[in-house]
């Protein structure tokens, strides 16, 4: 039998063509993955306070650490002792300290409703946009957080209108029926920044 001659021009065209075919397959397959990702995060959520970091101890512990006084004092167990003060914390508190959490998708937007109708607006295809819809002053900053994915998870940037920063990240875990959150909280007024995790279980 005679050996088939091997076409080079074919050959490299065929290549080509596979490759433009997985250079176009892996933005959809990806962008496919991060909008499912999106869907499954969507739903109301409730703190699960056994797994959860105790967020008045994160607090003091980040004080302590910068060299500052705690201030609750040995049996002052007061819950949520350090929440309030000045308006331009109020989305480090509501991150922090809020015990439900509804969160809607609809790519590429996010909405997070927080406890008290809060509710943050953020973005995962770069734009900025003013991160609370309550307006606490007029023609003053405003917070504004984005969002992009990562790994498996969502990654959130804010920059609250104290002029400091926080970066959560978001993740599911028990057949996403469990949301994971990690958070670094940097006030401007803390020299240390707070470092917590909370869970969140789906509400059936």
Known sequence: MKASRLDPAGCLAAFVQAAIVAIVAFPLALLTAQEDFGAQMAGEWVINDNLSDNTDDQVEEAIEAGGGDGGRGLFNRREDFYRGGPPEHELYDRMSYDDALTIE???PEFRF?????????????????RASANDF???????????????????VEARPRDGGFATEIYSLEDGGNRLRIEMLIQPLSFREPIELVRYFDRVD
């Open 137 to 155: 002053f007029e023609g003053g900053g405003s917070d504004w957080s984005e969002g992009n994915f990562e790994n498996g998870a969502l990654v």
């Open 113 to 129: 409703t927080y406890e008290d109708n809060y509710v943050r607006v953020f973005h995962t295809d770069g734009r900025r946009r």
């Open 105 to 107: 998708y609809s790519e």
